[in-house]
């Protein structure tokens, strides 16, 4: 069974792999045992064992989905599956609405169309922490898979399909002003990337002057031969709409549209980084929300300046949702944010959710009376403009020296005044420039992130940075 564990190892944001090659209904099957070992045995607290399981519009995942349920049914534990696909943000609102023990998600995010994956949640509709997910592979090969016949299963009330989509959609009605947006003229080009956001924004819409156009709304499991990342050099066509034809925002979503990316008029990309900026705003002048502010390690400056002039507490945070997610638990959080596009929001699920980050971007359009790109400038003029720049770095994440990493002394001629290495290695310099090498928790890359007040310096630093993982090249 030491192979088995080899083989499935959970990262940041749950298990992925390859489809045909580790992803196997066997391994599946491995996997759903474990889970429900888990829920059985640690879970005492739960006088009736139940689990949300959904799924994505990925090859396969629906099967997975019901494979899944199956070996939870043969051990005891109720399944409420999924109808049909769906964001793994209504999945999570589900699990807490059906006081369920854990949710299933069977997605592989935004990875490439070959992989596919599972991610726990957790009751309160959270990210799994570590100290699940470590359970949960201890657990793997421990125990003989039982699996019970679908219909069986069904018959016996211990797979029940659910329509998660109806009360999801009723509680980001209520959240948004749609009152104060009703008569807002906005026009609005949604890119869903043939994700499972698909048409849920135009029922959240419903009854407003608002014009939403959707694009790649439909199920396409090879995702154009691309992957559904909403990064730029996914989004040409996107890009290009936004710049030829007359919307006033662009909204992205990737393939379980937990996470968000937005593009200007004009066409021009806008970084999460910003969106979270934004976010905080609207949420603390526009809502009057409390609380503190939380970004990860590799989260822009300009974060720090808006939670200074604020005043409001800012939490740092390794990368990874679920470290946000424990915040936003324990504290009380205006919003949350990670440089991959997952936005945490208040008064609602610790969890990120691509859909209600873009539609509250709308509503501060509307609050503000302004398009998104001039809610952009506004926030450049107050906090300044810093230039975020990521690169994916395909190579062996173990032949990277962090120690050698943490003793540059310089960037460019600029002075290394801060190094952080609680994930990764930041390098802090003297005029806010920095730069951060963090291996991949998922893929065999290295990412390298650099930020500064100018495009072509954090160019510059990027390259920097390059060659220091990777002298030869």
Same mark, same amino acid.
């Given at each position: 069974?030491? +192979? !088995?564990?080899?083989?499935?190892?959970?990262g940041t944001d749950g298990w992925?792999?390859?489809?045909?090659?580790?992803?196997?209904?066997?391994?599946?099957?491995?996997?759903?045992?474990?889970?429900?070992?888990?829920?059985?045995?640690?879970?005492?607290?739960?006088?009736?064992?139940?689990?949300?399981?959904?799924?994505?519009?990925?090859?396969?995942?629906?099967?997975?989905?019901?494979? #899944?349920?199956?070996?939870?049914?043969?051990?005891?534990?109720?399944?409420?599956?999924?109808?049909?696909?769906?964001?793994?943000?209504?999945?999570?609102?589900?699990?807490?609405?059906?006081?369920?023990?854990?949710?299933?998600? !069977?997605?592989?995010?935004?990875?490439?169309?070959?992989?596919?994956?599972?991610?726990?949640?957790?009751?309160?509709?959270?990210?799994?922490?570590? +100290?699940? &997910?470590?359970?949960?592979?201890?657990?793997?090969?421990?125990?003989?898979?039982?699996?019970?016949?679908? +219909?069986?299963?069904?018959?016996?009330?211990?797979?029940?399909?659910?329509?998660?989509?109806?009360?999801?959609?009723? @509680?980001?009605?209520?959240?948004?002003?749609?009152?104060?947006?009703? &008569?807002?003229?906005?026009?609005?080009?949604?890119? *869903? #990337? $043939?994700?499972?956001?698909?048409?849920?924004?135009?029922? =959240?819409?419903?009854?407003?002057?608002?014009?939403?156009?959707?694009?790649?709304?439909?199920?396409? %499991?090879?995702f154009d031969g691309s992957k559904?990342? %909403? *990064?730029?050099?996914?989004?040409?066509?996107?890009?290009?709409?936004?710049?030829?034809?007359?919307?006033?925002?662009?909204?992205?979503? /990737?393939?379980?549209?937990?996470?968000?990316?937005?593009?200007? %008029?004009?066409?021009?990309?806008?970084? %999460?980084?910003?969106?979270?900026?934004?976010?905080?705003? $609207?949420?603390?002048?526009?809502?009057?929300?409390?609380?503190? !502010?939380?970004?990860?390690?590799?989260?822009?400056?300009?974060?720090?300046? =808006?939670?200074?002039?604020?005043?409001?507490?800012?939490?740092?945070?390794?990368?990874?949702?679920?470290?946000?997610?424990?915040?936003?638990? &324990?504290?009380?959080?205006?919003?949350?944010?990670?440089?991959?596009?997952?936005?945490?929001?208040?008064?609602?699920?610790?969890?990120? /959710?691509?859909?209600?980050?873009?539609?509250?971007?709308?509503?501060?359009?509307?609050?503000?009376?302004?398009? @998104?790109?001039?809610?952009?400038?506004?926030?450049?003029?107050?906090?300044?403009?810093?230039?975020?720049?990521?690169?994916?770095?395909?190579?062996?994440?173990?032949?990277?020296?962090?120690?050698?990493?943490?003793?540059?002394?310089?960037?460019?001629?600029?002075?290394?005044?801060?190094?952080?290495?609680? +994930?990764?290695?930041?390098?802090?310099?003297?005029?806010?420039?920095?730069?951060?090498?963090?291996?991949?928790?998922?893929?065999?890359?290295?990412?390298?992130?650099?930020?500064?007040?100018?495009?072509?310096?954090?160019?510059?630093?990027?390259?920097?940075?390059?060659?220091?993982?990777?002298?030869?090249?």
């Open positions: 069974m030491s +192979d !088995i564990r080899s083989q499935i190892k959970f992925r792999a390859v489809i045909s090659d580790t992803f196997t209904f066997e391994n599946v099957r491995i996997v759903a045992q474990a889970v429900a070992d888990w829920v059985n045995k640690n879970n005492t607290q739960f006088a009736k064992k139940s689990v949300a399981v959904g799924f994505d519009n990925r090859f396969l995942s629906a099967e997975y989905a019901e494979t #899944m349920a199956q070996v939870f049914a043969a051990n005891g534990i109720k399944s409420f599956l999924s109808d049909t696909s769906l964001p793994t943000p209504a999945l999570s609102f589900g699990v807490v609405g059906l006081k369920n023990v854990c949710g299933i998600m !069977i997605t592989a995010s935004h990875n490439p169309a070959k992989f596919n994956g599972i991610k726990i949640k957790t009751a309160q509709g959270g990210a799994a922490s570590k +100290d699940i &997910t470590n359970t949960v592979e201890a657990y793997l090969g421990q125990t003989q898979v039982q699996s019970m016949p679908i +219909d069986e299963a069904k018959s016996k009330g211990l797979i029940v399909v659910h329509d998660f989509k109806k009360e999801y959609v009723r @509680f980001i009605r209520n959240y948004l002003n749609l009152k104060k947006m009703k &008569t807002a003229k906005f026009k609005v080009l949604a890119d *869903i #990337m $043939h994700g499972s956001g698909r048409d849920l924004m135009r029922e =959240i819409l419903k009854g407003t002057d608002i014009k939403l156009t959707l694009m790649r709304e439909d199920v396409n %499991p090879g559904p990342e %909403p *990064i730029p050099e996914c989004l040409g066509v996107m890009m290009s709409r936004m710049k030829k034809e007359k919307f006033d925002f662009g909204h992205v979503l /990737d393939g379980d549209a937990d996470r968000i990316a937005a593009v200007m %008029p004009g066409g021009e990309f806008v970084s %999460p980084q910003k969106i979270l900026g934004l976010l905080i705003l $609207h949420l603390v002048r526009n809502r009057g929300v409390e609380g503190g !502010i939380v970004k990860t390690l590799c989260g822009t400056t300009m974060l720090d300046h =808006i939670a200074e002039k604020l005043g409001r507490k800012l939490y740092e945070t390794p990368v990874g949702f679920k470290y946000i997610s424990d915040l936003m638990v &324990t504290q009380k959080i205006v919003a949350g944010g990670e440089e991959a596009g997952g936005m945490g929001l208040p008064n609602y699920i610790p969890e990120r /959710d691509g859909t209600l980050a873009g539609l509250l971007l709308l509503e501060m359009m509307v609050y503000n009376k302004k398009n @998104f790109k001039q809610l952009v400038e506004d926030m450049e003029r107050e906090f300044g403009r810093y230039y975020y720049l990521r690169l994916d770095y395909n190579m062996d994440a173990k032949k990277i020296d962090l120690n050698k990493l943490k003793a540059i002394t310089s960037v460019l001629g600029k002075k290394v005044i801060e190094v952080k290495d609680t +994930d990764g290695v930041k390098l802090i310099c003297e005029n806010e420039d920095w730069l951060m090498f963090r291996p991949s928790g998922t893929e065999p890359l290295v990412r390298i992130y650099s930020e500064s007040k100018s495009l072509k310096r954090s160019r510059d630093i990027l390259e920097f940075g390059r060659q220091q993982v990777d002298p030869k090249k």
